[in-house]
């Protein structure tokens, strides 16, 4: 088990930490690709949020490969997969009522997309 020493603090504040894996695989969205959220109800951990199932967005950033944590929650391995940061409008989460300008960024993996 890694742990975090005190002389690494400051370093992996200003770096980050994360699950990130090296891997040659080829992502399947690029910035400016529209995509839609998987409308899907997994028993027990998931990172895509219920408000954000069955929505269209826009990837605008590829971060890389990282362990995949619903898999690896339930499991342990580590199933390696591309995230991205996907943007939404506020109305097509929330509808009509919401805001027409603003928009939200959720970071999402691969195992949570399809193309639009």
Do not use: C
């Not at 992502?27 to 409308?39: L, Q, S």
């Not at 997994?42 to 895509?48: I, V, Y």
């Not at 996907?86 to 300008?101: H, K, N, P, Y």
């Amino acid at each position: 088990m890694r742990v975090l020493q005190r002389e690494n603090v400051q370093e992996v504040l200003r770096v980050g930490d994360s699950a990130r894996v090296a891997s040659d695989a080829p992502a399947r969205f690029k910035p400016g690709d529209a995509v839609r959220t998987r409308n899907f109800h997994p028993p027990g951990h998931t990172r895509l949020p219920r408000y954000a199932r069955a929505k269209r967005g826009v990837v605008a950033i590829s971060h890389g490969v990282f362990v995949f944590p619903d898999t690896h929650a339930a499991t342990g391995d580590k199933k390696p997969q591309h995230l991205y940061s996907v943007q939404f409008t506020m109305r097509e989460l929330w509808g009509e009522g919401a805001s027409d300008i603003d928009t939200v960024h959720i970071d999402l993996f691969d195992d949570y997309l399809e193309p639009a």
